[in-house]
């Protein structure tokens, strides 16, 4: 299912499908968030803002404002056997 990423809970890992600024595409790409990316949400603020992120292996906080203009899609997990 396809959201925005500051509806994402923590621990989830998603997949960056796209962007709906070029501006803000432009800002992650150069800091290796681009579509097909997988980005874990480590934390999210107790006032929900701001989140961190870890993606090509580094942390990256974003504003909420920011998290609502990425669409990603959640990985399914598979159950513990």
């Not at 709906?20 to 681009?34: A, H, P, S, Y």
């Not at 980005?39 to 989140?51: F, N, Y």
Request: proline share 5%.
């Amino acid at each position: 299912m396809v959201k925005r990423l500051s509806e994402a809970t923590v621990g989830k890992t998603v997949i960056i499908k796209s962007f709906e600024q070029d501006d803000l595409f432009i800002k992650l790409m150069e800091m290796g968030c681009v579509p097909g990316e997988a980005v874990t949400i480590d934390h999210i603020a107790p006032l929900g803002d701001p989140i961190s992120l870890s993606v090509a292996g580094y942390i990256l906080s974003l504003r909420i404002d920011e998290a609502e203009l990425i669409w990603v899609e959640e990985i399914a997990q598979n159950p513990i056997k």
